[in-house]
Nanobody, 114 residues
Framework: QVQLVESGGGLVQPGGSLRLSCAAS???????MGWYRQAPGKQRELVATIGSGGSTNYVDSVKGRFTISRDNAKNTVFLQMNSLKPEDTAVYYC?????????WGQGTQVTVSS
């Protein structure tokens, strides 16, 4: 089992940037990792994933603006978010997947507003 703790959320103006971090309690080397988000009144949405080998995928709405990366030596996954828009406002959740097991963090709030 792995425990995940997100950090880096906050309030930012439109066009600004934030970098989210997800620190794991153990090795993530064999895990696929990713970020979901959930805005008020909306379903949880998959934002970005990174496989154990480093392959990445993004939802269309963040392509070219967000970058997911991982540092296996530090058991940490990052989400660099640039050119933020008000519609990016949501609680962002980190997850880890290995086989049929999913692990989730507690979430970090991102608010994009002037």
């Amino acid at each position: 089992q792995v425990q995940l703790v997100e950090s880096g959320g906050g309030l930012v103006q439109p066009g600004g940037s934030l970098r989210l971090s997800c620190a794991a309690s153990g090795s993530i080397r064999l895990y696929a990792m990713g970020w979901y988000r959930q805005a008020p009144g909306k379903q949880r949405e998959l934002v970005a994933t990174i496989g154990s080998g480093g392959s990445t995928n993004y939802v269309d709405s963040v392509k070219g603006r967000f970058t997911i990366s991982r540092d296996n030596a530090k058991n940490t996954v990052f989400l660099q978010m640039n050119s933020l828009k008000p519609e990016d406002t949501a609680v962002y959740y980190c997850y880890a997947r290995r086989g049929t097991m999913d692990y989730w963090g507690q979430g970090t709030q991102v608010t994009v507003s002037s």
